[in-house]
């Protein structure tokens, strides 16, 4: 019995890692730098949404628009501050996510305040499935998580746009030879990770609650999960939401749950020493 | 309004010494760390509980020092020849597995309620207590000051200065660059440790939620505005950021119209903005 509730809940904390962690990945894949700042477009979105919902938005409607907004505000902030350091190495883009991590979380916390708060969503009774216990809401997670991963592969693989993409991450140079627009790439990959890991904040902030820390407190797990999913890979990083998803569900057995989040940065560490290209060779 | 400024003053001080420590690590060294509020914290908890075992100050302040220096070199030992951007990520990460510790372990360090009562250094005769821990600081800065100069004029501080450049070069003429790495995290950390412990000590209370990652941020910010380098450069930039922030901490008196944490909040939005400025200057395209 306790076994299958760890493993439903590991199946949606995976499922909530994987679209951030997919966002992390797209943008150290063709940026080539660790942006900081998604978590913190987890936690812009969920409250998005949240402003949305009282001005009676439906939850999805809301939770839709707020993500669009959010890959907006993404993009926005790439085109006025990263975009002009480009040229200039790992270092700059990384401090300038760190400067607007700070910024996004306060703002956060200066518009609502610390406390915790709540989607207007009203609890509902679970489903349960061959002794599996499972709210419709994390059904609804899991379902939305899939659907959007799977858009994002197949766009990523048989579109036009999806082959400039993972064309300039693998070779640049190469890419601008045959005609790709590189900044049209980065602009695209900007919106799309705001827009993941929007979702993301989203359907965490469903499962928990909103709190200004919302993302802050998964930045670790999430690239636990990048990194060892080979970075630039999406299907990657789905299997390794899976993966850590089950080694800290299943740590419970073992170690209080407040250590979660540190044994994925053990993961983390471990997985640099020993396998920094990540359990699926990434294409480039 | 003496008061305001000798506060001011001496957290520029223990800012000093942390920044002092990242400019070994990152501006001499090339080696970025994103984490130094972990070294900064076990400092301070390691002399806030020491002191108030009842451990005299100057000791309290070297076992912190030295442990904060451990932790450092023990990093930099886990974590050899790792690139840049996974060093920046384990850093980070470690900074925040720190606070966890910290957080979850009430046996170790009072968990979530912190540890309060760590003493200060006995006062000068005839000078307040505000007055004597700002002389005493000051004259730890001076000699972390005078110790980092020496660093950086002797031939380990060549021999770091030449890792950033081309670790290569350095491995080439037959030294262990590793060697050095470990050296220049060691002291870097043992720095921001010696911060922590003054920091621990001049508020008489701390808790894990003062070492989230602002407080890297703080140095980080100080140290970019230093231009990565020198250690006067360093100090000044940190004084002027201390300034800065903890300054605007003050007009909680006379701004009445955002409550204690939209001011906080606030205060923390500009120096993510100020860091995001600070990196534009500072790489702009066509400056080398």
Do not use: H
């Not at chain 1, 969920?46 to 907006?72: E, H, I």
């Not at chain 1, 975009?83 to 916390?109: D, E």
Request: proline share 5%; glycine share 10%.
């Amino acid at each position: 019995m306790e076994f299958k509730i760890y493993l439903i809940s590991a199946l949606v904390m995976a499922a909530i890692w994987s679209l951030p962690a997919a966002a992390i990945s797209l943008i150290y894949g063709v940026l080539r730098y660790p942006n900081f700042a998604i978590p913190e477009f987890m936690t812009l979105g969920a409250y998005l949404t949240l402003l949305l919902c009282g001005f009676s938005l439906p939850l999805w409607a809301a939770g839709l628009l707020a993500a669009v907004v959010t890959g907006l505000i993404a993009l926005a902030v790439d085109q006025t501050a990263f975009r002009f350091v480009r040229k200039a190495g790992i270092l700059p883009p990384v401090l300038l996510s760190l400067g607007l991590m700070l910024v996004l979380q306060n703002f956060v916390r200066f518009g609502w305040g610390n406390g915790n708060l709540q989607f207007p969503i009203l609890p509902m009774r679970p489903f349960i499935i061959a002794g599996f216990i499972i709210t419709p809401v994390q059904a609804a997670i899991i379902g939305l998580v899939v659907v959007i991963l799977a858009g994002v592969f197949l766009g990523l693989r048989y579109t036009e746009f999806g082959r400039a993409v993972r064309a300039t991450s693998t070779n640049p140079e190469l890419a601008i030879v045959t005609g790709v627009q590189p900044e049209r790439v980065y602009g695209a990959v900007l919106f799309a990770a705001g827009f993941l890991a929007a979702v993301g904040g989203i359907v965490l902030a469903t499962e928990t609650s909103l709190n200004p820390l919302l993302g802050w407190r998964v930045l670790i797990p999430l690239f636990a999960v990048a990194i060892l999913g080979g970075l630039g890979s999406v299907v990657g990083a789905a299997l390794a939401a899976v993966l850590v998803g089950l080694t800290s569900e299943f740590s419970l057995f073992i170690l209080p749950s407040s250590y979660k989040t540190a044994l994925a940065f053990l993961v983390l560490t471990l997985v640099l020493l020993v396998r920094p290209s990540g359990l699926v060779k990434s294409r480039s | 309004m003496i008061d305001y400024l000798i506060a001011i003053l001496i957290f520029a001080g223990i800012y000093g010494f942390v920044a002092l420590g990242l400019n070994i690590q990152w501006g001499l060294t090339g080696l970025i760390n994103l984490g130094q509020v972990a070294f900064f914290a076990v400092g301070a908890y390691t002399f806030a509980l020491l002191s108030k075992a009842g451990v005299p100050f100057l000791l309290a302040v070297a076992v912190a020092t030295t442990l904060s220096g451990v932790f450092g070199a023990a990093v930099a030992m886990f974590t050899p020849r790792l690139r840049e951007d996974y060093l920046a990520i384990v850093t980070l990460g470690f900074s925040e597995f720190v606070r966890l510790v910290l957080l979850n372990e009430k046996w170790l360090a009072g968990g979530p309620d912190g540890v309060a009562g760590v003493p200060r250094p006995a006062s000068f005769p005839g000078l307040g207590s505000e007055t004597s821990f700002l002389i005493v600081t000051a004259l730890a800065l001076a000699f972390a000051f005078w110790f980092t100069r020496r660093i950086e004029r002797y031939p380990i501080g060549r021999t770091l200065k030449a890792i950033r450049e081309d670790e290569g070069v350095v491995t080439s003429v037959g030294k262990v660059a590793l060697a050095y790495k470990t050296k220049a995290f060691l002291l870097g950390a043992a720095l921001a440790g010696l911060g922590g412990a003054f920091f621990a000590s001049y508020l008489s209370y701390i808790s894990p939620d003062m070492f989230g990652p602002n407080v890297s941020i703080y140095v980080l910010a100080a140290v970019l505005i230093g231009a990565q380098g020198s250690s006067v450069a360093t100090l000044l930039s940190t004084a002027l950021v201390a300034a800065l922030l903890e300054g605007t901490r003050l007009l909680k008196d006379y701004i009445t119209f955002v409550d204690g944490v939209e001011l906080a909040a606030l205060r923390l939005m500009v120096l993510g903005l100020a860091l995001i400025a600070i990196v534009m200057v500072r790489y702009r395209p066509g400056r080398p």
